[in-house]
């Protein structure tokens, strides 16, 4: 994002704290990255809605106490997402539902898209599951810098302010977590 646009995302925000039309703009803006996100590191089109549906209900909570530091508003739902998807594993629902098990349970006209490009996705790669499932056996610190890194292709001084961590701890994250997934994979 260049500068003029994030200087326009600080007014969207600003305005987001008073106005809830403005808000549904930051939610049109960032709702396929957050779902996608959810996605990835969930593997469960279900869970991914949910939690993108609380990230979104959380930040509207708490967009009066955000303050803007110009960095993408994004990182903050990231955060809050990642926060969700820990809490959801943490909580003892690691279990996996496989996307066609799914599927059906969904009102498809409601997410009709969303859920074709998600198939489509998961379907293009069959390595995915896979890599998912050993990518899910790592613990949560390793887990969030690898999907920021990777499947959101975030750089590391983005992967810094979403998480709210020193430099060096991402990246010691980053390698740790790969080696131990590099481990897993074999």
């Known amino acids: 994002m260049i500068v003029e646009d994030l200087k326009s995302e600080g007014e969207l925000v600003r305005r987001a704290q008073h106005d809830r039309e403005a808000f549904g703009e930051l939610y049109e803006i960032h709702y396929s990255r957050i779902f996608n996100y959810a996605l990835k590191r969930t593997a469960n089109v279900q869970l991914a809605l949910d939690i993108t ?5 959380k930040a509207l909570n708490q967009i009066k ?11 903050w739902l990231y955060r809050i997402a990642s926060n969700e998807i820990a ?3 943490r909580n ?3 279990k ?8 059906p349970m969904l009102d498809a006209r409601e997410f009709s898209d969303e859920i074709a490009e998600a198939e489509e996705e998961l ?17 949560d610190k390793y887990q969030e810098v690898i999907a920021l890194k990777f499947f959101e292709k975030k750089k590391i001084k983005d992967i810094v302010e979403i998480l709210g ?10 390698h740790r977590g790969l080696e131990r997934l590099k481990e897993k994979m074999q």
Not at 65 to 75: G, L, N, T, V
Not at 123 to 135: A, G, N, P, V, Y
């Open 53 to 57: 549906s609380i990230t979104f209900l």
């Open 87 to 89: 809490d959801h594993f």
């Open 123 to 139: 379907s293009k790669q069959d390595e995915f599951l896979r890599l998912h499932e050993k990518l899910s056996e790592l613990p």
């Open 92 to 94: 003892g629902n690691n």
């Open 96 to 103: 996996m539902a496989k996307l066609d098990e799914v599927a």
């Open 165 to 174: 961590k020193k430099e060096g701890t991402v990246k010691s994250l980053l």
């Open 65 to 75: 106490k955000f303050h803007w530091r110009d960095i993408p508003f994004s990182a």
